[in-house]
């Protein structure tokens, strides 16, 4: 999976974690379905087969040389996104909110030449 692709999906987690929030101030009882953020790492981790026969320092070499690189994209991901929205809230800015904000993020990630050119003016 992409860095773009886990990026639009984090933003999903996001709002869906504001949904749910929202839900439980107001009462609400949640579903016990897989959420966005189980299916993101269902889906961006992958599956480790460790060999028979190998010793506890071999698999756990294993595990994390296959675990490392998904780890670093979803850290990555939801640094970036904190960013951006730490980056509003310190400019005291009233005219987005942070779901308008994360909307605004991914119609800039799905669309690859305007994050490129925002970069650009800054």
Do not use: C, W, Y
């Given at each position: 999976?992409?860095q773009r ?96 904000l994360l ?20």
């Amino acid at each position: 999976m992409e860095q773009r692709e886990i990026v639009l999906r984090a933003i999903g987690v996001l709002t869906e974690t504001q949904e749910m929030v929202r839900r439980l101030n107001d009462g609400d009882e949640l579903d016990n379905d897989l959420t966005q953020l189980g299916r993101l790492v269902s889906e961006v981790f992958p599956t480790i087969e460790i060999p028979a026969g190998s010793d506890p320092e071999e698999a756990a070499e294993l595990a994390i040389a296959a675990l490392m690189p998904a780890s670093v994209s979803l850290v990555e991901a939801f640094a970036f996104l904190f960013t951006q929205l730490a980056k509003v809230h310190d400019e005291g800015r009233t005219d987005v909110n942070s779901t308008e904000l994360l909307r605004e993020i991914a119609l800039r990630m799905s669309d690859p030449g305007g994050l490129e050119a925002e970069d650009e003016e800054e």
